[in-house]
């Protein structure tokens, strides 16, 4: 009796131990923009000689310009790191060697969701950074899929441990015509498009064996340096409390509610899937309400610019002639006008991370500090 008793506990703490999964992730597939390039935009040779690809990008923590889009790591960098992985290569700097193994890259600064023929269509194509778009990424994942793996089975049993990162993806999609003077009525009517792009690529991903998807949201438009500087008006009752532009705030909101109806629609067809929505609106408005709380000290006064209210001046951007860089990155939010600082990203990916601003939580809770 007692020796069965044994054998059955040995084959319950067994299948405890089969059932327990320790190591988190194996790998990280990522796509979308700016927010999320770790160095394709850099290997694309779209600009000839790109500002991300000198100093002072990448001086806080790399120590010299990466192709990040920021002074140092990004939210995808947090993430690799809370999993214990590599940071996560880009596509164009491993495809050749088909690395691959802890996952890849495949964001592009400027990248956008629609595809650029949309954007030629409406006669704003020529001021596109690129045309590696959403589902140009797709199909390098889809190449790269091809030496990961080639049963079915084998498919599966690779990315049950895989966390596919799907954006943030189509901020481009509004900025770009709303810097050329389209209104937030003509730009929103774009959201469904934009969101459709968005579902349409986790539909194909999840064809190809993707279990587990963070699709994160808009940031607040209206908090952004950018914003603030090209739509700047005499008009208080435009800004909140905090200083942002209460319409851009709210088109960044509808985005968000409409790409979170769209990933319930997807939850209900694929219930097999853990598709979660990431609150980038949430985590980051929590860092502009309460900054000291985060050691901020300048919330919307970009670190990195050529001068004005809001260190933001289009002809003298960060890296160009005529700009300078704050001395502390860590005591701002926002970068360069557009970009947030490795600051505010480290609190918005302990945000996703931890907790609260990920709809469900992700599967695996994290394996190391950062």
Known sequence: MKKMLLILFVGFLESISASADPLGYDSIFCFGDSLSDTGNF?????????????????????????????????????FAEAYGL??????????????FEHGVNFAVAGATALDSKFFYDQQIGAILWTNNSLSIQLGWFKKVKSTLCTTHQDCANYFKKSLFLVGEIGGNDYNYPFFVGGTIKQVKAMVPLVVGAVASTIQDLIGEGAVELVVPGNYPLGCSAVYLTLFQTPDKNAYDEHGCLKAYNAFAKFHNSQLKLAIEELRQKYPETKIIYADNYGAAKKILHTPKHYGI???LVACCGG???????????????????????SRHANWDGIHLTEAA????????INGPFTFPSLTHSPTHDF
């Not at 290997?43 to 000689?49: P, V, W």
């Not at 990448?58 to 960098?77: I, K, Q």
């Not at 590599?86 to 690395?99: C, F, N, R």
């Not at 001068?307 to 990155?329: E, K, L, M, V, Y």
């Open 42 to 78: 850099l290997r694309t040779g779209a600009i000839a000689f790109p500002v991300i690809g000198k100093l002072p990008y990448g001086e806080t923590f790399f120590r010299h310009a990466t192709g990040r889009c920021s002074d140092g790591r990004l939210v995808v960098d947090f």
């Open 86 to 99: 590599p940071y996560v290569q880009p596509y164009l700097a491993v495809a050749k060697e088909g690395k």
């Open 297 to 299: 000290e300048e919330r």
């Open 307 to 329: 001068g004005g209210p809001f260190n933001f001046n289009n002809s003298a951007r960060c890296g160009h002639i005529g700009s300078t860089a704050c001395p502390d990155p």
């Open 345 to 352: 990203y480290r609190h918005i990916a302990m945000g996703l």
